[in-house]
Structure formats: C-alpha cells, structure tokens
C-alpha cells in the first residue's frame, strides 16, 4: 500500500514515500503514455531518490515536494503526480504518516499477532496441501534405506483415518508417497528417520 511513512530499521528517521507500483504505473501509462518505466524515466530525473527497503525489492521515495521541505501535516504526492504525469498534481487531501515501530516489544507483539491469525491458516493448507517432489523423494530414499516392510508399517500408521489408501503390494514407494499431503508426509519422514 502507498504512503508515507517513517520506519527507523528501513529509511533511518527519514520521512519516505513509498509508492504503489500498480497505481503509479497505471497513471502514468494513462496520463503520459511514454511507454518507458516511469520511476527511471520521470521521478529520478526530477530530482526524487529511490532508497532500497531491505532485500525484498521494495523502495521508497525522497525528495522535493514530496517528503523533503514539505510541512509534515499537509503532505500530499502533488510533486510527484507532476513528475510522472507532466500534469499539475490535484491532490487536496493530506496524506498521513504511518510511523512503525521497530522496538523488540513492538515486534514481538506484531510476530505474536502475525502467528495468531496465521498459524491456523498455514496449518490448514499443510492438512490439503499435497506432497511436495523434495518430500516425495526424500521418502523414497528413506523406503530404500529402511525397506519396504517398515515403510509398509509407518505408511499404515500415518494414513490410519485418513482417506488415502495403503501401498498395494507391487506398488513404489514413490507412488504411493504422492497420495499424502504435506503434513502426512513430514509425519512419515519423521517416523522413518526415527528407526
């Protein structure tokens, strides 16, 4: 989501725009039509900096009219419509600044939060998720290691409930490991390892 923002671990106390990708193209495809990128081609040369936020490819913008000799409690992206645009920016809202916290305490709590509403769902999609290849073949080293007569016995145990069938008698181990999910197979793994 586009903002501004102050994130001490990311920008330092900077005051940073950090634009949506989506929306700043889109208006610039529509209001220039240039075809080129509009970060490279309008906001660097109209004096915007582009500041790199950690290793996941995301940035954000500095620079005049936007984040720099501004008053802080009328901010709006008028400088930078008009960079990207060639347009006279027509924002009369003001833009809030979103301030996260980086403190221990503060990102314990936002972890904490985070695996509340996520856990759930990740263990969810582990029950429906299919095997992946790399559990696939894991397993199927283990059936050779162990043999296929202790295989035969963890698959029983693993899939007791379950409405996954057992191994026939002249079928791979392999194969029979694609029938399991995620979960089932990390269970299995774990079984095998075990012996």
Known sequence: MSGVERDAKYCGDRLVY???ESKWSRCHARHCGCG??????????AGFAVLPRGNTGYYALVGPGLTEGVDESALTTNALWEA???KPGT???HESVHVTCRSPEAEAAR?????????????RAA???????AQVKYLTTLAEKVGKER?????AKVIKGRDI????????CATAAKRLTKARARKLISALVGS
Do not use: M, S
């Not at 972890?111 to 856990?119: C, D, L, Q, V, W």
């Not at 029950?127 to 290849?133: D, F, G, I, R, V």
């Not at 295989?151 to 698959?155: T, W, Y």
């Not at 069938?165 to 791979?172: K, M, N």
């Open 18 to 20: 950090a634009p949506l």
């Open 127 to 133: 029950k429906t998720e299919p095997a992946t290849a």
């Open 36 to 45: 080129q990128d509009w970060l490279t081609a309008h906001a660097i040369p």
């Open 84 to 86: 990207v645009t060639g």
């Open 111 to 123: 972890k904490a939060e985070n695996e509340r509403i996520y856990a759930p769902r990740r263990e």
């Open 151 to 155: 295989f035969d016995a963890e698959f």
């Open 165 to 172: 069938a057992p191994r026939a008698p002249r079928q791979r």
């Open 91 to 93: 924002q009369t809202w």
